[in-house]
């Protein structure tokens, strides 16, 4: 069974101090790890798809890599609206079909 | 180009009651997914279909249940509503063939009383 561990669940940042969430997953034949971001009582954004171990993408002050254990997404300078619930998913074998197995999510906070 | 579109946005029924919940994928794509979010949990997979098909199932019991139109649009229904099912439903779409990213739309948010 795929299971994905996000951590932390709660982050706290001064604006500009950057950080790093972390995503750790166990799946069998990864055929893609998602990171979404989503605003409270709003649908997941996509925001980066990662498919081997050692690819990097960036977008804006956001940066994902994935290794073939666990995925970062580091934020660097973060503002205010950078403020959301991180969310780190990922696509198994052919026996899990096309489904996407999320993790809890952190919670990110910006302040000024 | 137009993303996925749910509606309602909002919902509110009575334990045993049903309820049907309709999504619109984004033009060309053909796959529609069906996750939940309840309070304080992760989106947990619910239906896949893709070509008017269902595709793949997770572990939810068979009073949720669904289909997909010819047009690809797509229809969730829940029947016997119990107070655990308040939560909020999100449809994703993919290209053909289901390995493509998935976008979201907004959600339904289902209340059961």
């Known amino acids: 069974e795929d299971q994905v561990t996000q951590s932390p669940e709660a982050l706290r940042l001064q604006e500009g101090e950057s950080s790093s969430l972390n995503c750790s997953y166990t799946v069998s034949g990864l055929r893609g790890l998602f990171w979404y971001r989503q605003d409270p009582g709003k649908g997941p954004e996509f925001l980066f798809t990662l498919y081997s171990a050692g690819e990097e993408k960036e977008k804006e002050r956001l940066k994902a890599t994935l290794t073939k254990k666990e995925s970062f997404l580091h934020i660097t300078a973060p503002k205010p609206e950078d403020s959301a619930t991180y969310l780190c998913a990922v696509r198994g074998g052919e026996t899990s079909g096309s489904r996407l197995t999320f993790g809890e999510g952190t919670q990110l906070t910006v302040n000024p | 180009e137009a993303g996925v579109t749910q509606s309602p946005t909002h919902l509110i029924k009575t334990r045993g009651q049903q309820a049907t919940l309709r999504c619109s994928p984004i033009s060309g794509h053909t796959s529609v997914y069906w996750y939940q979010q309840a309070l304080g949990l992760g989106l947990q997979f619910l239906l896949w279909?893709?070509?008017?098909?269902?595709?793949n199932r997770g572990n939810f019991p068979p009073r949720f249940s669904g289909r997909q139109f010819p047009n690809y649009s797509s229809e969730l229904n829940v029947n016997a509503l119990e107070l655990e099912d308040s939560a909020l439903y999100l449809c994703?779409?993919?290209?053909?063939?289901?390995?493509?990213?998935?976008?979201f739309g907004p959600g339904t948010r289902l209340l059961v009383l």
């Open positions: 279909y893709d070509e008017g098909e269902e595709r």
């Open positions: 994703a779409s993919s290209p053909r063939g289901g390995v493509q990213t998935q976008y």
